[in-house]
C-alpha cells in the first residue's frame, strides 16, 4: 500500500498500467488466431476490459480500486494458460 500510494511512483505507476492496457488491447484479434477455443477469446476480451477500467479508475483518483483490479487481472491469464493441456 505505502509504495502503491507513495506520490514519487504515481507516475511510473499510471504508465506501466497503460503499457498493460494497450498490450491487452491486441489480446482479443490474436485469440482466433491462437485458438479455436472460445474460451481465449472471452477471456482475452475480459482481460482488456479489465485494464480499461483499472486506467480509468487511476485517472479518476480512485487508487484503492485500480489496485484491486490490478490484482485480480492475473487471474485471467492463470484462467486461459491452464484450461487445458494446450
Do not use: W
Not at 24 to 31: C, F, G, I, N
Not at 35 to 54: G, Q
Request: with cysteine; glycine share 2%; proline share 3%.
Amino acid at each position: 500500500d505505502s509504495r502503491f500510494n507513495d506520490p514519487k511512483n504515481r507516475q511510473k505507476i499510471e504508465l506501466e498500467m497503460e503499457k498493460l492496457s494497450d498490450s491487452a488491447h491486441d489480446l482479443p484479434s490474436l485469440a482466433n488466431q491462437v485458438d479455436l477455443d472460445p474460451t481465449v477469446r472471452l477471456l482475452s476480451k475480459l482481460f482488456k476490459d479489465e485494464t480499461d477500467r483499472a486506467v480509468i479508475a487511476m485517472k479518476r483518483g480512485n487508487r484503492s480500486y485500480a489496485r484491486s483490479i490490478v490484482n485480480q487481472i492475473s487471474n485471467y491469464c492463470v484462467s486461459c494458460h491452464t484450461r487445458n493441456a494446450s
